[in-house]
């Protein structure tokens, strides 16, 4: 039975490079991938792009409302001149995946027995759970946690987001292109210092 892996991180910890480095592999060996990314993250457009500056095309754009189980399957078909099947889906940024999404992805994987590797951040800046990573966390026949560290050098677990250079912790979760927004991996102990100890059960509106 092929199986559903979630592979997650804070922010910059080498996802996207990890995900072209299992396509790399993948190909190598003359298997055929699908690459595919939620259509909401814009940042790179279409494409994959990780930190070292490696870039690859989506080969598809998941929009919020999509079936997922069909919209892959049909990109998985032959294309001309091409007979092989699809050994493995990869897929960029999976917390921006509805519940019901992710679920197709497990149907894909069991039912239709191709491999699905999805890559994304468990939380946002408010230490919230993204739909997409929770639905993961709780199906994913597999979980692996890809690590970087923090600005202290111990392990980061959170993502903080900054506006014009200042921390901030409230506003939308996703925030994309939203002006002068960036965001920091931190551990615990440097998050806590930056909200002043607060965390999203606290006084914060979610």
């Not at 990573?133 to 199906?139: D, E, F, G, K, Y």
């Not at 946690?145 to 959170?158: D, H, N, P, Q, S």
Request: glycine share 8%; charged share 30%; net charge negative.
């Amino acid at each position: 039975m092929a199986k559903l892996y979630f592979r997650y991180g804070a922010m910059n910890s080498g996802k996207s490079t990890a995900l072209l480095q299992a396509a790399f592999n993948y190909e190598e060996r003359e298997q055929r991938v699908l690459l595919a990314k939620p259509a909401l993250d814009t940042k790179a457009d279409a494409d994959i792009a990780s930190r070292l500056g490696m870039t690859r095309r989506a080969d598809v754009l998941i929009a919020p409302d999509d079936g997922v189980r069909d919209l892959l399957r049909d990109a998985m078909r032959p294309g001309p001149g091409d007979g092989r099947t699809v050994a493995c889906v990869l897929v960029d940024e999976a917390q921006f995946l509805t519940e019901h999404q992710v679920d197709d992805l497990l149907r894909l994987a069991v039912l239709d027995e191709v491999p699905v590797m999805a890559y994304g951040i468990r939380t946002d800046f408010r230490t919230v759970a993204f739909p997409g990573s929770a639905r993961l966390l709780q199906i994913a026949h597999s979980l692996e946690e890809l690590k970087t560290i923090c600005r202290c050098g111990r392990k980061a677990i959170f993502n903080a987001r900054l506006v014009d250079g200042e921390y901030v912790f409230d506003g939308g979760q996703i925030a994309i292109d939203e002006g002068d927004v960036t965001y920091e991996a931190l551990c615990g102990a440097d998050y806590l210092a930056a909200s002043g100890g607060r965390l999203a059960s606290d006084a914060w509106d979610r």
